[in-house]
């Protein structure tokens, strides 16, 4: 089963510029954190299972997915929604998120109301206000920094 979510981040994309040693360190730590979100609900997932599908500018919003073993869904789905209901619960070093949103859907196929999926790029380098292909994770828009 795979959960979908975005999460944004009130801090200027320009900090991590694709490439960056920042960038790669913000990737990690964002991995670590949805680990460590997930644990705060009794659910036991890897940083392997989050993969992220863009990072994008307005503040940074990062589209995301999550895999969980078919056993695990019921649990898994409820700590989501604790996390979108308390976006402060995933937070990447200590930069806590100010947004959280779930869908049904992959970012390519997003319906949920509310919910902005992050454009793909459109050539092989996108500018920083372009998505970012890094992953399987799409964070909502928040104020541009």
Avoid: W
């Avoid at 680990?35 to 890897?46: K, P, Q």
């Avoid at 695990?72 to 990447?92: D, E, G, K, R, Y």
């Avoid at 992953?135 to 909502?140: E, H, I, S």
Wanted: glycine share 8%; net charge negative; hydrophobic share 45%.
């Amino acid at each position: 089963m795979v959960l979908y979510a975005l999460a944004t981040f009130n801090m200027a994309i320009s900090t991590i510029p694709e490439g960056s040693g920042a960038r790669v360190a913000f990737e990690v730590d964002f991995k670590a954190g949805v680990v460590a979100s997930m644990a705060s609900g009794g659910v036991s997932v890897r940083n392997s299972d989050v993969e992220i599908k863009a990072i994008s500018a307005g503040s940074i919003v990062v589209d995301f997915e999550l895999s969980v073993p078919t056993s695990i869904q019921s649990q898994a789905t409820t700590q989501f929604q604790a996390v979108a209901t308390n976006p402060s619960l995933l937070s990447v070093g200590n930069l806590e998120s100010s947004g959280f949103a779930t869908s049904d859907e992959p970012h390519e196929v997003r319906t949920t109301t509310g919910i902005t999926p992050a454009p793909a790029p459109t050539g092989s380098h996108a500018s920083s206000t372009d998505a970012i292909m890094v992953g399987l994770c799409t964070v909502v828009a928040g104020v541009m920094l």
